[in-house]
């Protein structure tokens, strides 16, 4: 056959509903907003929606969101939309229902987490209905990329430097195929052209192969931007956590030029959750990378500068305004400062955990590994969220969980819903009261030695990999001394500055809520002494710290 290739075939927006009327109107709303760029189809009942995704997935069709009417004879809404997620695992759903059924829908976002719920009537369908469809379009997008747009990554699961690729396209975003070689027939091809020492290959979009590259290499080749536009700005932000990117929004959106530095992905220890269910304005929850992704679009819709992976060296504070030193050897000059720089998990410090560490032993979620350890028995270490929403996460995949708590019981320090949904999985053993003595294997982890706290008996328990979630180290080893920090390494800042008073030209003054013991200098979140670990007061210490440089800008 000759000729140009047939364009590809254009996504699915399903709409179903057995009342003629509702359906012909949300048939005419969707293919009146969304026809031009999705192919918009519609089902009078269940059956017929769940036959229609059947034919969909034979032709090998991208399906974005179904929208589906809850109260339906012989198959209901709820059960046409569970047909769709097991067929279409990334396509969002949407259930439309009258009052009465919201108990439904509530059961819906526990059981198939359901995206939205929509009350009939939806009128005015630019109000309640396009926002929502909206949304969802964007965040399967972000999810879902054709073939020729995804960025292959060739090499081993025991690989570190595989690990940390893989680790860093997923919490991005960007769209990845993994090619195992030693499991892959066409990986083994690829690695053989490349070299032992070639390992890990990425294969950009555009073809271009790198031979494992360092990250910001990586960043460049597929468009990250690790500079800045220019060398002064009026707030410059250290970290791209919840913290610093609502610093960001903030800021940017209040008139201040504003660039943001992140050291690795945007999202910090939060965009690694696999799932965040009590952050408000999320009934079905949300995953820490699509709160981020998200975060980020504002930023750049607001024209924050937005560096990543870029790293900051020093902060000098000699001069009349702060100056960031970043790690290439430029410099940002900025009006004031604020450090949202974050925290990294404390390493085990066992025999064998730095030997196999990013060969089954992994410091938070790394959500990318969720392929490698399906069917596999792994262990998950900590008894805090993050540690809980892992556990819960990487039971849908591996054959057992184990969860290693020193304390004695996941209530201490987990929240109510995540200690239930442990409870409720009975692929998930936890022993609390428990540590890690070592950790086995010749060239990946094979087994881990744990400690019992009550009678220092230890056994061995076979494992491929195990998720780390302990303790807090704070980014600060590059600050200067003139910034404050208590024994452990956090910042300083406010009241918790004792007696310290700030000299400016207007006098003397009292440190602001979130300002460090250097005038214009403010440090939110994770970082700072005496936070609240948990995303939403990331986000109001980001927020209110901007109210706080205004006022340092206009003195």
Not at 256 to 277: D, F, K, N, W
Request: net charge negative.
């Amino acid at each position: 056959m000759t000729g140009a290739q047939a364009a590809p075939r254009r996504p699915v927006i399903l709409a179903a509903d057995d009342d003629p009327a509702v359906l012909s109107a949300v048939r005419g709303d969707l293919r009146g907003r969304y026809g031009r760029h999705y192919r918009v189809l519609t089902a009078g009942g269940g059956a017929e929606a769940i036959d229609t995704l059947d034919a969909l997935k034979l032709r090998g069709d991208a399906v974005a969101v179904v929208v589906s009417d809850q109260r339906m004879p012989e198959v209901s809404g709820t059960a046409v939309l569970g047909a769709a997620r097991r067929l279409f695992p990334e396509v969002r759903t949407v259930l439309l229902t009258a009052y009465a059924d919201t108990d439904v829908a509530i059961g819906a976002i526990n059981d198939l987490h359901l995206d939205y719920y929509i009350l009939k009537p939806w009128d005015p369908p630019e109000e309640r209905l396009f926002p929502i469809v909206d949304d969802l379009l964007e965040d399967w997008h972000a999810h879902h990329r054709p073939g020729h747009v995804v960025t292959r990554v060739v090499g081993s699961r025991w690989s570190a430097r595989t690990h940390e690729i893989r680790d860093f396209l997923q919490r991005n975003q960007i769209p990845m195929q993994w090619l195992d070689v030693d499991s892959s027939e066409e990986a083994r091809v690829l690695s053989g052209a490349a070299g032992p020492d070639g390992l890990p290959l990425v294969i950009t979009p555009d073809g271009a192969a790198l031979h494992s590259p360092g990250l910001a290499d990586l960043a460049a080749a597929l468009g990250q931007k690790t500079r800045a536009d220019a060398e002064s700005f009026d707030l410059a932000i250290v970290g791209a956590g919840p913290a610093g990117l609502a610093a960001a929004v903030y800021g940017a959106s209040e008139g201040l030029r504003t660039v943001c530095l992140e050291q690795l992905v945007p999202g910090g220890q939060a965009g690694q959750s696999s799932r965040i269910e009590n952050y408000l304005g999320f009934p079905s929850g949300i995953s820490g990378g699509d709160l981020a992704r998200r975060a980020v679009t504002q930023a750049r819709r607001f024209h924050v500068d937005l560096l990543a992976p870029t790293a900051a060296a020093g902060l000098d504070l000699t001069g009349p305004y702060p100056r960031i030193e970043l790690v290439d050897g430029s410099a940002i000059n900025c009006g004031a400062v604020i450090l949202a720089c974050g925290v990294s998990y404390r390493s085990l410090d066992v025999p064998g955990s730095t030997e196999f560490e990013g060969r089954g032993v992994f410091y938070g979620a790394a959500v990318s590994e969720r392929d490698t350890v399906t069917g596999e028995h792994i262990v998950v270490v900590g008894g805090a969220n993050s540690a809980g929403q892992a556990a819960v996460f990487f039971s849908d995949y591996a054959r057992s969980v184990t969860i290693l708590c020193r304390a004695g019981g996941l209530g201490a320090k987990m929240s109510s819903y995540l200690v239930e949904q442990i409870a409720a999985r009975e692929n998930i053993v936890v022993r609390c009261g428990a540590s890690v003595r070592a950790v086995g294997g010749t060239d990946r982890v094979e087994s881990v030695t744990i400690a019992d706290a009550a009678t220092g008996d230890t056994r061995e328990l076979a494992t491929s990999a195990l998720f780390v979630f302990i303790g807090a180290s704070p980014h600060t080893d590059w600050l200067p001394p003139q910034i404050a920090r208590d024994g452990r390494g956090f910042i300083l800042t406010g009241p918790g500055l004792g007696a310290r008073r700030h000299h400016t030209l207007d006098g003397d003054r009292d440190p602001f809520l979130y300002e460090t013991s250097a005038p214009g200098v403010f440090a939110v979140g994770d970082v700072r002494a005496s936070s609240v670990k948990r995303v939403a007061s990331a986000v109001g210490e980001g927020s209110v710290a901007v109210q706080f440089v205004h006022q340092v800008l206009r003195g």
